[in-house]
């Protein structure tokens, strides 16, 4: 006798990707995206958790990725990752991507995406914007590749 499974008539819309080009500093975790760890520092404390800086990428930008608690263990370079309502904000006046309280990143898969490691959206000098200060512009380049984790010669 053969199973049959039937979809969940409640299912959630299938989840927008937002490339990481697009990704614009903001006081909200509004950003969901695919990506992979490309590169990860050694972990420390801040406060009393544990942190660690990573560089994460996709096939349009890289930026670099801050890790929390549990996280900075259960990821490793090579892994694909979903973040879900993460947040693009100042961390110590460097501009990180995280999950944030209300955000969630999991693995979803192993090695095997096309990425870039330029521009680095962590290098970039960003400013509220004239016309609408709620909102983010970029200013400058600050480096072209991270200054963290600089590209293999």
């Not at 490691?117 to 072209?144: A, G, M």
Request: proline share 8%; hydrophobic share 40%.
């Amino acid at each position: 006798m053969s199973q049959q499974t039937f979809p969940n008539k409640k299912m959630e819309p299938e989840t927008m990707f937002l490339p990481l080009k697009n990704i614009v500093p903001a006081a909200q975790n509004n950003i969901n995206a695919k990506f992979i760890l490309v590169d990860k520092g050694i972990a420390g404390l801040e406060g009393q958790y544990k942190t660690c800086m990573a560089l994460v990428a996709d096939e349009t930008a890289a930026v670099h990725f801050q890790l929390w608690g549990d996280e900075c263990d259960a990821f490793e370079p090579g892994d694909i990752l979903v973040l879900t309502n993460g947040i693009f904000s100042t961390n110590r006046n460097n501009m990180v991507l995280r999950a944030g309280k209300r955000g969630k990143v999991k693995k979803v898969g192993e090695f095997y995406v096309a990425f870039v490691e330029t521009p680095n959206l962590s290098e970039i000098h960003w400013c509220p914007d004239p016309s609408d200060p709620k909102k983010f512009v970029q200013l400058s380049v600050v480096s072209p590749v991270s200054r963290i984790f600089p590209p293999l010669p």
